[in-house]
């Protein structure tokens, strides 16, 4: 990610995300005015090297490039409904366990209540009542904690399962219609390492674990002459949460 200190700006949305070819450095960028006053963006290198683009060509071409990310329409599909029929089943058991949750709360309100009936008949001491309310409302808290906890956790994710999904299936779309900051997000969740513009075209030695096996491209995979695979040049990181965080 880049230096928090950066300026986030809109001629810019690669600036953090780029190396230098010649030093390998983080390029940075600025503007420029010529002797009419035109203002020209640059991403370029601090280190003395003479490398040194034009920004609008740098950032138009990333689009082409995240157009070479796609997702197998069916795999997607198939994935989508497995998971969401995973997190249902994981919703059922904890709805069960959300109702036995509340039943234990009831028990223990009910056995609060006895024992100021007790007391008020005079069958416990005041001091009696009082440890043993102590105790009881020690459980409810407890109880009323996991119940938040649990009641947290039931949620249907369908919709957001079909969002994540079709942002895989439409990478390149996805960042030409956001704002710089989720350009940023979207450049930084997909590659864990600095991209390389050289020769009018990108190239990066890693891609992220989870888009690697979403949208395998070429440099993903090398395979022998019958087409079998024999290394996966995938990235051993995990995959980072992300986010467009989803968090992974």
Same mark, same amino acid.
């Given at each position: 990610?880049?230096?928090?200190?950066?300026?986030?700006?809109?001629?810019?949305?690669?600036?953090? +995300?780029?190396?230098?070819?010649?030093?390998?450095?983080?390029?940075?960028?600025?503007?420029?005015?010529?002797?009419?006053?035109?203002?020209?963006?640059?991403?370029?290198?601090?280190? #003395?090297?003479?490398?040194?683009?034009?920004?609008?060509?740098?950032?138009?071409?990333?689009?082409? +490039?995240?157009?070479?990310?796609?997702?197998?329409?069916?795999?997607?599909?198939? +994935?989508?409904?497995?998971?969401?029929?995973?997190?249902?089943?994981?919703?059922?058991?904890?709805?069960?366990?959300?109702?036995?949750?509340?039943?234990?709360?009831?028990?223990?309100?009910?056995?609060?209540?006895?024992?100021?009936?007790?007391?008020?008949? #005079?069958?416990?001491?005041?001091?009696?009542?009082?440890?043993?309310?102590?105790?009881?409302?020690?459980?409810?808290?407890?109880?009323?904690?996991?119940?938040?906890?649990?009641?947290?956790?039931?949620?249907?994710?369908?919709?957001?399962?079909?969002?994540?999904?079709?942002?895989?299936?439409?990478?390149?779309?996805?960042?030409?219609?956001?704002?710089?900051?989720?350009?940023?997000?979207?450049? #930084?969740?997909?590659?864990?390492?600095?991209?390389?513009?050289?020769?009018?075209? +990108?190239?990066?030695?890693?891609?992220?674990?989870?888009?690697?096996?979403?949208?395998?491209?070429?440099?993903?995979?090398?395979?022998?002459?019958? #087409?079998?695979?024999?290394?996966?040049?995938?990235?051993?990181?995990?995959?980072?949460?992300?986010?467009?965080?989803?968090?992974?």
């Amino acid at each position: 990610m880049p230096n928090k200190l950066q300026t986030v700006r809109d001629e810019f949305p690669l600036r953090g +995300y780029l190396s230098c070819p010649q030093c390998k450095r983080t390029l940075t960028a600025s503007a420029s005015r010529n002797r009419f006053g035109n203002r020209f963006f640059y991403y370029h290198c601090s280190n #003395g090297c003479k490398e040194r683009k034009k920004a609008e060509i740098i950032n138009a071409e990333i689009i082409p +490039y995240l157009a070479t990310y796609k997702a197998n329409p069916q795999i997607i599909k198939l +994935y989508g409904a497995i998971l969401k029929q995973e997190l249902k089943q994981n919703n059922s058991a904890g709805r069960q366990e959300l109702e036995n949750i509340s039943k234990a709360i009831g028990k223990q309100k009910q056995r609060l209540k006895n024992a100021k009936d007790m007391m008020l008949d #005079g069958e416990f001491s005041a001091s009696d009542y009082k440890e043993m309310k102590v105790e009881i409302e020690t459980e409810l808290d407890k109880l009323n904690r996991e119940k938040t906890q649990f009641r947290q956790g039931i949620e249907n994710y369908d919709s957001k399962i079909d969002d994540c999904l079709d942002l895989i299936l439409n990478l390149d779309k996805y960042y030409v219609s956001k704002n710089t900051e989720i350009k940023q997000k979207i450049i #930084g969740s997909m590659f864990p390492e600095k991209l390389t513009f050289e020769n009018n075209e +990108y190239r990066t030695p890693k891609t992220n674990d989870a888009v690697a096996l979403f949208c395998p491209t070429d440099k993903d995979l090398r395979g022998n002459k019958n #087409g079998k695979k024999i290394e996966n040049s995938i990235s051993s990181r995990e995959v980072a949460p992300s986010g467009i965080e989803p968090e992974s």
